[in-house]
């Protein structure tokens, strides 16, 4: 598939995995929703037991750990990504699973570099600024320039071709808060494609707020993506205090006239092809072994954290499910394959090499799905687009009634990683967590272990756990 | 006063202005103390009069915003905390006060430079650091070095001479969350004497976990002081989820044996004398106009943030306060004099150098209180070590209901720049914010402006404005 369709696709998915199907809720509703005392007791024995493993100790909480403690940040391609998948096949081994694999892939390189930005009038004073991920580099000593600003990425679409000639421009916009992520495609665009939008209008360089729910002096790192026919310029994003100070600033500016000068260095580099990869390991089915179940998350993170919610928390909820379902001593039909996919945060690279690699026998992936969405509770569960799945994600939903979760309407890519699959006819489905304050942490420096709650992880475990060995169970052809 | 005893008095005198009389409150127990619906009405009409222009407005929150959004951070010294200077004189005279004076003084400056530490082993990974005030530089490329871990400031005191040779210190321990900010002195010890007390025995340099209650990503920097009979070593403290991190790794290698090997790079300079100053206003009272009551805040900030709490909502506070009473058509007997102090942060400078300057008429300064903790609520009011200021601070503590606000046990020293006019025989009171959440930005890049609530500074500015006129109309002398 050529880069620009996938691009297309991928920005069309993604948003479908945040935007679709859910009401939007505010903060005070969720807690009404997912009360923290709503776990009780499931009727089914097979459930009891892997609930009782799951709810009285920390399988994912210890992984995660692991994880973010002894390797740390994980960009696509790094050093920290390669010590991650040794980890990995390390920690798989440990815990008893099977047919271990590492399969590498390459990944195109790019580093952060000096980045800083600084109002020179008329307020001198320094900015809290990021190189957004794959922006080229501004000149060695930076670019000055007067600002352009656009309230709103809208704002920015609607300015003339030629009107940005020879500036910055600055995008603001605020992201809304929901528990299923609705407000992250629409803020998202100017991340996206600002650049390119910039670009055409004549522009240097691109600020953009922060795409984030957060008021703490954090960037929002993410990928953007350039179009080869339009010239490429660097775009950073700031913290949502440093872009609530460029509201303020602007405000006063306009009543006085004045410009409003800045002082932009951003050298990141792409540093050439380097090598990623996607590690997985399996419980092989007893009556149906060919059969797979496949449960992912994704190993690299961002450079500026140690990746807990994004998504070292996922890596630790679904290998955490699959010990559990290996403890309680029973034994799944069919397998389940725990994948941890490379390379995710800069365009789904590992998920596009995993369902190359795999294409011949993606017929036998009876369900997929992964957990990305950080460490809060699961509330829903909720099918991909298929009718026989639909139906069985309905009938098996009172079986998580005991861990506060409820069928929740909409269909569902299966998570970011699992996109590829989808679009290949894979069934799909996914346990939805609330996500109201994921938002405040992602791509940021902030994305750190303490901010996992083990309650939370555990209930997460739990529930995929019910899940895995529901699906494993079921007589349900999910294609049909 | 030598250094020394300066030095001694300050530590003991910041630590007597937050620990002192206030039983500990937790988090919950504050909502109860000032239930956010609790202003009512004065019955007395001057009061009355008062309030309503506070309570209606903005007059604090707005001046705040000016000076975060229009200066920006000011660090002692610096073209910044100049800039603020020239800012205080405009706005004093916009605001119409006299007797504007910018009264310069001395300070050292430091600026701060590349500051980075890695993990090198057995973890590779990088922390988020800042050096502390006034520490000297490490070497240029840097130090290697295992690290010696103490789990608190006690523990490395316990620690023999020569037993940290060639090593790094690392110091952590939590500080606790009060309402008045009760955990601030035993915190900081690590702070003030870490570098010292690591320096005797042995150590290259020293990290600490900040001095902090938050569990975000940012450093918090403060002053540290060296003893000159000691070498000088570098200082750093680091975030809570980096100190999180670094007791994961420790508790980790001290089962497997293994050293953590870091890099440090710290490298800020003294760039020798620079001119701070202070600056004043006032509104000059109609009966007794050298009898003078004296409202501070400080006009400097740390340079990594705004400094909208501390100091700028201080500075909004007074400025505000002062501006209600003169708008309101009160004349005041005595003289009102708003102080704005330079250089607080790198050691009360500004507070001695004004103690100074004014010590011929420190005899007319009949009270003096500062806000300086930032812009929270207002629960108690608190009197100095006189038994007449305790007497009319117990007999005005009614007046205060309407607010909220209700008298509160201890003496306190009015302030940290007001210490030295305390020293000097200055009578002295309090006005006590809710500091509950005010070590969570104190010194970090965090500290901005959205994180302000105008109806707390509303609220500030109104009881401010109550006390400085029921001050100027009191026939108390309050040094009896």
Known sequence: ???????????????????????????????????KNSISTSANPDIQKLASLALNNSYGYDITRSLTTEIGPRLAGSVGEARARDWAVEKFKALGFTNIKNEAFPVRGWVRGVETAEILSPFP????ITALGGSVATPQTGIQASVAYFATYDDLINAPMGSLDGKIAYISGRMDKHIDGAGYGPANQKRQTGATEAAKRGALAVLIRSVGTDSHRFPHTGQMRYDDAVKKIPIAAMSAPDADQMDRIFALTQKSGKEVEISLRLLPRDIGELQSGNVMAE?????????IILIGAHLDSWDMATGAVDDGAGVGIVMGAAKVLMDSGLKPKRTIRVVLFGAEEVGLIGAFAYAKAHQDELGQHVL?????????????????????TQAWVAAIA?????????AKDGITSGGPDIIPLNMAGVPTMRLNQDGTD???????????????????????????????????????????
Not at 16 to 32: I, L, M, P, Q
Not at 125 to 128: C, D, E, G, P
Not at 398 to 406: H, V
């Open 1 to 35: 598939m050529t880069r620009h369709f996938k691009h297309l696709l991928i920005t069309a998915s993604i948003f479908s995995v945040f935007a679709s199907g859910c009401a939007h809720r505010s903060e005070n509703s969720t807690t009404k929703i997912m009360p």
């Open 368 to 388: 997929a799905t992964e957990s990305d969405f950080g460490a809060g509770r699961i509330y829903g569960i909720q099918a991909g687009k298929y009718a026989a």
């Open 125 to 128: 004073q320094s900015l809290v």
């Open 283 to 291: 419980i092989v089915g007893t009556e149906k072994p060919e059969e």
């Open 398 to 406: 009172p079986e998580f009634a005991y861990l506060g979760i409820k």
């Open 438 to 480: 994921y938002f405040d942490l992602h791509h940021t420096p902030d994305d750190t272990f303490d901010k996992i709650d083990p309650k939370s992880m555990q209930q997460n475990v739990a529930a995929y756990a019910t899940l895995i060995w529901l699906a494993s169970e079921a007589d349900t052809n999910f294609r049909d």
